[in-house]
């Protein structure tokens, strides 16, 4: 039998996973490490760590592997998005990395869109400017670290530092790229236009290859330690959202993912890059080659659902808080949520609005409050399911995974609210499976990354959307929308008061 391994680097840990060429995850292995905070705002980690609990993960998994090392024969990557990683003329790492939930940029993005200007930076990169994309932490290097900054020789992304240092070679692929705000999706190279305007050397950005491609093999003192063969292929790997849409089966029009994780994602396959959302949803390069995908992100959809739990039933489980929520009412006797109590992302970019219960009185029991929750949580999600298909895009497919596949009634209330008809995965793995599957495309093991869905990927169930109910959810999500411009000027004459 041979293996592939998927190396998913997250935000608290590395995932590994050791797949056979079933599809079957034969073992996992989790590594965590620590977040840096040092002020408000800030959030970093420390890259070496990334590399210690790699390598520390990939030797545990050869531990209790039965066998021989030589099977294995490939490893590909998956990552968090956005996060900076400065090297100098020695590749040796000047700062702490930056991630991508770091959110001291706000200057420097306004700064871009004063320079750029926001059509400009649409046509280019697709993407509206955030915080948490990378060329803003550039820009905020340039300005307030000038001496570090004029030694940096190239800039990399979480799992493209990782992978440099398994095997000394330095790439970046397009997934990842098209989160710099550097990138021109459409055309698939590097923006000189931007670097010029922020005299930023385009020496900086490093070469551009595919997810698939084989980018070297395991330096020979990095094989040494888990006791790999020095023969293992290394492929780029992808974002963690792209690779998250691999192992999820997201490779064909038509198809559409929902995730909930601590937030909340809709991502669908884009055939091409001409399509225009004007920043409403993200539009980035998919890890299928010559494809793209759009993405659309509630910022507290699982969390919405964990902070309400933690806040009014905290000694209760989660399964407990949900028991009757499938034999509560639509529209939980009147009563609606919005799920931005830690800000918005789509289609509301707004760091000042927060969350709302609406229709509350006496009647409602915990019951009501916890499906008003789910279903607050899934309107959110259908905001952006709704932009995409004004845009022209069929959804009738949507694959369900994180902690919203979990629940039967919640997988229901979703196939309700997005009117389409929702597949749970018999084996849910995540960004960690698309890795893998990249590694499994990349050996030739599979003719396409199509191909090998249809033989890693397994559907356990499908819920259909009940016309009823599909009919009360579109009346009430028309009332879900107007409560975020009625609550909007409320929520910023609060701020003042918020600690």
Not at 44 to 67: C, H, I, M, Y
Not at 237 to 257: F, M, P, S, Y
Not at 262 to 268: F, H, M, Y
Request: proline share 4%; hydrophobic share 35%.
């Amino acid at each position: 039998m041979k293996y592939v391994i998927g190396i998913d680097l997250g935000t608290s840990a590395v995932k590994i996973l050791l797949v056979n060429q079933n599809g079957d995850v034969v073992q996992e292995v989790s590594k965590p490490y620590p977040l840096i905070q040092e002020k408000t705002g800030y959030s970093e980690q420390d890259p070496q760590a990334w590399v210690d609990q790699t390598v520390s993960g990939l030797s545990d998994l050869l531990k209790d592997f039965k066998g021989n090392p030589e099977e294995i024969k490939g490893i590909s990557f998956s990552g968090q998005m956005h996060g900076l990683v400065l090297l100098d003329e020695n590749h040796q790492v000047l700062r702490n990395a930056i991630l991508w939930n770091d959110t001291r940029t706000t200057e420097q993005c306004k700064r871009i869109y004063e320079r750029v200007g926001e059509k400009q930076l649409l046509d280019i990169t697709k993407n509206p400017v955030l915080e948490g994309f990378t060329l803003p932490k550039l820009l905020w290097v340039q300005e307030h670290e000038p001496e570090l900054f004029d030694k940096a020789k190239v800039f990399l992304l979480p799992k493209d530092y990782v992978r440099y240092q398994l095997t000394g070679k330095i790439h970046m692929e397009y997934s990842d790229a098209a989160g710099t705000l550097l990138l021109d999706v459409g055309k698939k190279e590097w923006s000189h236009d931007i670097c010029d305007v922020f005299e930023l050397d385009p020496a900086l950005c490093p070469p551009l290859v595919d997810s698939h491609a084989e980018v070297g093999t395991l330096l020979p003192e990095i094989a040494k330690k888990p006791g790999f063969s020095e023969s293992v292929r290394i492929f780029a790997g992808g974002a963690d959202n792209a690779c998250g849409a691999i192992g999820a089966g997201i490779l064909e029009e038509g198809k559409t993912l929902c995730s909930i994780g601590t937030s909340g994602v809709v991502l669908s396959y884009e055939e091409t890059g001409t399509k225009d959302f004007q920043g409403k949803v993200h539009y980035f390069n998919h890890g299928s080659p010559d494809a793209f995908y759009t993405m659309g992100v509630t910022l507290a959809a699982g969390y919405s659902l964990t902070w309400f739990k933690d806040v009014f039933a905290k000694k209760d489980t989660l399964e407990n808080l949900l028991v009757n929520v499938d034999t509560t009412p639509i529209g939980s006797s009147g009563l609606l949520f919005t799920p931005y109590i830690v800000g918005e992302r789509s289609p509301h970019v707004d760091a000042e609005i927060r969350g709302s219960f609406i229709g509350m009185d006496s009647s409602h029991q915990m019951n009501h409050f916890a499906r008003a929750v789910l279903e607050g949580i899934t309107f959110s999600l259908n905001d952006s399911v709704e932009i995409l298909r004004e845009s022209g895009k069929k959804i009738d497919t949507i694959i369900s995974i994180g902690g919203g596949a979990k629940n039967d009634t919640w997988l229901q209330i979703q196939a309700d609210i997005f009117n389409a008809n929702i597949v749970k995965l018999e084996s849910e793995q995540g960004p960690g499976m698309g890795a893998a599957m990249l590694a499994a495309f990349g050996c030739g093991w599979f003719d396409s990354l199509q191909d090998c869905a249809k033989e890693f990927l397994k559907e356990e169930k499908v819920y259909h959307p009940i016309e009823e109910n599909v009919e009360k959810y579109k009346k009430l999500h028309a009332i879900y929308k107007d409560i975020y411009p009625a609550t909007e000027i409320l929520n910023k004459r609060l701020m003042d008061y918020r600690n």
